[in-house]
Nanobody, 124 residues
């Protein structure tokens, strides 16, 4: 199973970006995004369950991010708006066989597979 992210890059503060993650080999019950900034711990960004499309968001991106998936449930997207310099990080796609719930969706060990990451830099 391979997760491949794309869509990262340099964006100005206040701008928008859409990240994509394609899963090859299988579908997952939960797919999500985490990020890690230099010198900081990995942080949960967002996740979506395949069955009911229930969405979860991290506090730092709530209201500015939208996670979605395609009908085949093999691709997950993260639309980020009103980007801030503190959003600068490597964004990682993650996927789980579990139907994650609120108590587990933010934990890294809930996820079975991880992508290599895509760098998002928010700077003027």
């Amino acid at each position: 199973v391979q997760l491949v992210e794309s869509g990262g890059g340099l964006v100005q503060p206040g701008g928008s970006l859409k990240l994509s993650c394609v899963s090859s080999g299988r579908t997952f019950n939960t797919m999500g995004w985490f990020r890690q900034a230099p010198g900081k711990e990995r942080e949960f960004v967002a996740a979506i369950r395949s069955g009911d499309a229930h969405r979860y968001y991290g506090d730092s991106v709530k209201g500015r991010a939208t996670i979605s998936r395609d009908n085949a449930k093999t691709t997950v997207y993260l639309q980020m708006n009103s980007l801030k310099p503190e959003d600068t990080a490597v964004y990682y796609c993650a996927a789980s066989r579990l139907n994650a719930i609120a108590s587990s969706v933010r934990r890294g060990d809930t996820y079975d597979s991880w992508g290599q990451g895509t760098l998002v830099t928010v700077s003027s």
